[in-house]
């Protein structure tokens, strides 16, 4: 980026897990006991959970396993993760981004399901946006653009007006295929060919502009 990117849209549409919420203690700590009841090394996992659903981690990982062990897991993880919420912290600057944002046109897009997102934003102290879409939205797990394209749909906006918020290869995937550009949050993002990426939420500049476009500016 030069010392000032600037991308305007009409909607935004968030990701959760380690965009605005750093829930990646908790993440680590139950995929690395279901890697270690499969008999799976730890990093084979980790290097494939994000941004999918549990479920289709496990398919990926393990794709001649039955699907419905995968389903039975996902729903015993997703327990887990929901009563684990120690080292949820908010990702830096979210707090102020979401402020900045809260009467614009935006949207949480996230695999997880309504519980855990519930759970997860009370535990960084984020108000859960009035449009969300989760597990239970969708029939196809991200990097499928299904839940994107949702996300736009209930906003009321086509998909080229509509700007991403994600951290994962799977995630970025989904944006991208849905038509949409993609800002890549964290270190992580930058290997996945975002249209944009910054280390974290801090520094973004919001302004409303008067057509009803969304300018958002990022520092360097």
């Known amino acids: 980026m030069t010392a000032t990117t600037t991308l305007t849209a009409r909607a935004l549409l968030l990701d959760m897990d380690s965009t605005i ?57 997703l327990a887990q993760e929901t009563a684990d919420t120690d080292g949820v912290v908010p990702v830096p600057g979210a707090p102020a981004f979401m402020d900045a944002i809260a009467a614009l046109p935006h949207a ?12 997860r934003m009370a535990a960084a102290g984020l108000a859960v946006p009035a449009v969300r879409i989760t597990a239970e939205s969708v029939s196809a797990s991200k990097p499928d653009p299904e839940g994107f394209l949702k996300g736009a749909a209930e906003l009321g906006h ?7 918020f994600e951290d994962s290869e799977a995630g970025i995937a989904a944006g991208l295929a849905a038509g949409m550009r993609v800002v890549g949050v964290g270190d992580r993002a930058a290997a996945f060919a975002p ?16 057509d009803g476009r969304i300018a958002l500016h990022f520092p360097a």
């Open 21 to 77: 919420v750093n829930s990646e203690a908790v993440v680590e700590r139950c995929w690395r006991r279901w890697a270690a009841e499969q008999g799976l090394p730890d990093a084979d996992v980790l290097q494939v959970v994000h941004g999918r659903q549990g479920w289709a981690t496990m398919a990926a990982l393990l794709p001649d396993r039955p699907m419905e062990l995968n389903m039975a897991d996902n729903r015993r993880m």
């Open 158 to 164: 086509a998909p080229d007006d509509c700007l991403v």
């Open 108 to 119: 949480l897009v996230t695999s997880a399901d309504v519980a855990l997102s519930d759970a």
């Open 195 to 210: 249209t944009v990426q910054v280390r974290d939420l801090t520094g973004i500049r919001v302004e409303a502009l008067t």
